[in-house]
């Protein structure tokens, strides 16, 4: 096996929202190893300028980067939609891979009538990123974007079955799905994107206030798949059918990280398994 397919994949958010993206990648690729880094004493990093979420993104991968990594993971949709560039150019021998382009690209195999509806964060809504992404590809798509700002919440705190989460999920996505009665009926989106690595966690409450027809596009495992297929253009992938190691870095509180971290990957994080560092 070629020595650059044993190092590990690297991977950073703004938090331990893209742990929904390591637990996709893991179910894609068990064996192999990556090093997650949480910039937990930064975020959100949404209500920062591109220029600060900028610095942010280079020194979180600069991180990864010293540590040698043969594929750098943006699983943090600001940063991705602000950042992937200047990221590309910092590096320009790693591979960099963000969440909104893969999420774009499902969305727009999967629709059938054109019209897609994007959930995401204020920022990322108001930032337009997933609406350039998928028009890039299919300029004559419709996009519905909508905040859900609440869902967010809901992932951290553990709250995303239920009538808690089922309640806000109606109330977020019946006006996009279920128009009012008595106004003029639009083509309803067949198709919604989830662009927040938060809302993977609230798919199931998400699920059950939509039509069955409805596409759900989850970025996390369309990552994961772009993740693999990059790999293997590359012929960096590790071969194997064991366990790769995760190692877990964040810039504040490692037991909260870890508390915290274990509702979104799903499997147990013990507080000495993360590394806290200074960027």
Excluded at 34 to 63: F, I, N, W
Excluded at 120 to 131: K, L, N, V
Excluded at 225 to 241: I, S
Excluded at 246 to 252: G, P, R
């Amino acid at each position: 096996m070629d020595n650059a397919a044993r190092l590990p994949i690297g991977m950073f958010d703004s938090g331990v929202g893209g742990l929904t993206v390591l637990r996709a990648l893991r179910q894609r690729m068990p064996c192999e190893d990556v090093v997650y880094l949480g910039d937990t004493a930064r975020l959100p990093y949404g209500t920062k300028s591109p220029q600060t979420v900028t610095r942010y993104a280079v020194q979180c991968a600069a991180e990864l980067v010293r540590r040698e990594i043969k594929l750098l993971v943006v699983a943090c949709n600001t940063v991705s939609a602000v950042a992937i560039g200047p990221l590309r150019e910092a590096y320009p021998g790693i591979p960099v891979i963000g969440v909104v382009e893969p999420g774009a690209q499902a969305a727009c195999r999967a629709t059938r009538n054109q019209t897609i509806g994007v959930i995401a964060t204020e920022s990322t809504i108001a930032g337009g990123a997933y609406q350039r992404a998928i028009h890039a590809i299919a300029p004559e798509a419709r996009i519905v974007g909508h905040p859900c700002q609440l869902f967010v919440a809901l992932a951290e705190e553990g709250w995303t079955e239920g009538p808690v989460a089922e309640g806000v999920a109606a109330r977020y996505l019946h006006p996009l799905f279920r128009p009012a009665s008595g106004t003029e009926s639009p083509v309803v989106p067949d198709t919604l994107v989830l662009g927040c690595t938060h809302f993977p966690l609230l798919a199931p409450a998400i699920r059950s206030v939509l039509d069955p027809s409805v596409i759900i596009v989850d970025s996390a495992a369309t990552t994961a798949e772009t993740v693999y297929a990059e790999l293997a253009r590359l012929y960096l992938n590790r071969p194997g059918t064991g366990c790769g190691d995760t190692a877990y870095l964040t810039t504040d509180d490692a037991a909260r990280f870890a508390r915290t971290g274990t509702r979104f990957l799903g499997t147990p994080i013990a507080g000495g398994q993360v590394e806290l560092v200074d960027l």
